[in-house]
């Protein structure tokens, strides 16, 4: 299916389609281990808006091209997070189930993954894209899903609508391992990291429409009583996550995906055979701005 609105605003070479209703489009045309133009950037920029999901397949990039392609979408975030030898992620890190040996491992970060959320909201000024680009994927499985979120505010009833106006929700990096049930967070994890409050309704900055903001990195909704504040929480992400909104995206090797936090929830798929096939991205981050 193709959108002809964004169709028309893409500088030849490039195309656009649209794969899936829930904010998602397929750009062919590019190669991102290259330097792209700054009509090229402004055009991914204006497709990001319509399409929060953007698809490139076949790339063969190194991470110093993928560290590059990123940085034409603002300065790249650092990471908390620990590797599993205790290291500190790189800017561009390899979320990957291998070891520094090559072997198969059961990794223990990737269990937060799992969960919806939105990356970097435990920071006061909280992740704009995310870029993954697919080195190894199992033969099945292994898959990405992203939930639109701006959908999912726009379909809620306008009394759940009214009940939201005004309401801000904790986000908290001990309190995401405490809900993914992942390793605690360190001391020193703790005084880096401490909680954050964000709207749990965000004004998107480019676009002005609302969406809801929540996900695992959420410890509650503040000034609320907690059974109130966890039934809200529950209630949101239940409606988030109905097929309508969601987007499964089925990796193949080479594909980059890149994503706008400030308008959708993500989380892996742990539907594959984790100790029998590598699953290798690389990973970049991209800082936003804060809520509002
Ligand atoms: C992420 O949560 O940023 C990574 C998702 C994935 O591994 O598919």
Redesign the pocket.
């Given at each position: 299916m193709q959108n002809n609105l964004t169709v028309h605003t893409m500088p030849h070479p490039i195309s656009l389609e649209e794969v899936s209703p829930t904010g998602v489009a397929k750009i062919e045309g590019l190669d991102l281990s290259q330097p792209i133009s700054a009509k090229q950037v402004g055009a991914i920029r204006q497709a990001l808006l319509q399409f929060p999901v953007l698809v490139f397949r076949g790339q063969s990039l190194s991470k110093e091209q993928q560290a590059k392609f990123s940085e034409n979408f603002g300065e790249l975030e650092g990471h908390i997070g620990k590797l599993s030898d205790g290291s500190t992620f790189p800017t561009v890190h390899t979320?990957t189930n291998l070891n520094a040996e090559g072997n198969l491992i059961n990794m223990d970060v990737a269990k937060l993954?799992y969960f919806w959320?939105t990356?970097k909201s435990y920071h006061a000024v909280p992740a704009f894209v995310?870029i993954?680009h697919a080195l190894e994927i199992p033969p099945s499985g292994g898959d990405?899903q992203f939930a639109n979120t701006r959908l999912a505010y726009d379909a809620l009833p306008t009394a759940l609508k009214t009940r939201l106006v005004g309401l801000k929700a904790v986000h908290d990096w001990v309190a995401s391992r405490l809900n993914s049930g992942t390793s605690p967070a360190t001391e020193d994890q703790k005084q880096a990291r401490p909680p954050v409050t964000h709207p749990l309704v965000r004004t998107h900055p480019d676009t002005g429409k609302k969406a809801l903001y929540l996900g695992v990195h959420v410890s509650h909704i503040d000034n609320m009583a907690s059974a109130e504040s966890a039934s809200l929480i529950a209630e949101l992400t239940e409606h988030i996550g109905q097929e309508r909104f969601v987007y499964t995206h089925c990796w193949r090797k080479d594909d980059v995906v890149m994503w706008d936090n400030r308008c959708l929830l993500?989380r892996?798929l742990p539907n594959y055979e984790i100790a029998r096939y590598p699953r290798v991205?690389n990973?970049t981050v991209i800082i936003g701005s804060a809520p509002a």
């Amino acid at each position: 299916m193709q959108n002809n609105l964004t169709v028309h605003t893409m500088p030849h070479p490039i195309s656009l389609e649209e794969v899936s209703p829930t904010g998602v489009a397929k750009i062919e045309g590019l190669d991102l281990s290259q330097p792209i133009s700054a009509k090229q950037v402004g055009a991914i920029r204006q497709a990001l808006l319509q399409f929060p999901v953007l698809v490139f397949r076949g790339q063969s990039l190194s991470k110093e091209q993928q560290a590059k392609f990123s940085e034409n979408f603002g300065e790249l975030e650092g990471h908390i997070g620990k590797l599993s030898d205790g290291s500190t992620f790189p800017t561009v890190h390899t979320l990957t189930n291998l070891n520094a040996e090559g072997n198969l491992i059961n990794m223990d970060v990737a269990k937060l993954n799992y969960f919806w959320h939105t990356d970097k909201s435990y920071h006061a000024v909280p992740a704009f894209v995310t870029i993954l680009h697919a080195l190894e994927i199992p033969p099945s499985g292994g898959d990405t899903q992203f939930a639109n979120t701006r959908l999912a505010y726009d379909a809620l009833p306008t009394a759940l609508k009214t009940r939201l106006v005004g309401l801000k929700a904790v986000h908290d990096w001990v309190a995401s391992r405490l809900n993914s049930g992942t390793s605690p967070a360190t001391e020193d994890q703790k005084q880096a990291r401490p909680p954050v409050t964000h709207p749990l309704v965000r004004t998107h900055p480019d676009t002005g429409k609302k969406a809801l903001y929540l996900g695992v990195h959420v410890s509650h909704i503040d000034n609320m009583a907690s059974a109130e504040s966890a039934s809200l929480i529950a209630e949101l992400t239940e409606h988030i996550g109905q097929e309508r909104f969601v987007y499964t995206h089925c990796w193949r090797k080479d594909d980059v995906v890149m994503w706008d936090n400030r308008c959708l929830l993500h989380r892996a798929l742990p539907n594959y055979e984790i100790a029998r096939y590598p699953r290798v991205l690389n990973r970049t981050v991209i800082i936003g701005s804060a809520p509002a």
